[in-house]
Nanobody
Framework: QVQLVESGPGLVKPSQTLSLTCSVS??????????WIWIRQPPGKGLEWMGA???????YYNPSVKSRISISRDTSKNQFTLQLESVTPEDTAVYYC??????????????WGPGTQVTVSS
């Protein structure tokens, strides 16, 4: 059974870069046909797909954050990371990493991490 766990700072100052890591166990991030996804949920709002990296390393981003987001991976550590630049308080959310056969999804069909709260505040 694959397990995912998000890690990173819980508090980020406005204009800084948010960096989160998803550590994966029980399955390789290079295993076909899975995609490794970042999703967030701002307070009082629905789930938002942010982007994904495929098993082969291709990346896909939500146009709403495309100018600020980067998803990468470290296959030696079986981890993938999210970087979001120039954050504002509107980026405050619970951030989830997930594995799914789909690239774009917010449905809990696949495997999800428990989520990590990130607050953007000075």
């Amino acid at each position: 059974q694959v397990q995912l766990v998000e890690s990173g700072p819980g508090l980020v100052k406005p204009s800084q870069t948010l960096s989160l890591t998803c550590s994966v166990s029980g399955g390789s991030i290079t295993a076909n046909p899975y995609n490794w996804i970042w999703i967030r949920q701002p307070p009082g709002k629905g789930l938002e797909w942010m982007g994904a990296i495929s098993y082969s390393g291709n990346t896909y981003y939500n146009p709403s954050v495309k100018s600020r987001i980067s998803i990468s991976r470290d296959t030696s550590k079986n981890q993938f990371t999210l970087q979001l630049e120039s954050v504002t308080p509107e980026d405050t959310a619970v951030y989830y990493c997930a594995r799914d056969r789909l690239i774009v999804t917010t449905q809990r069909h696949g495997d999800w991490g428990p989520g990590t709260q990130v607050t953007v505040s000075s």
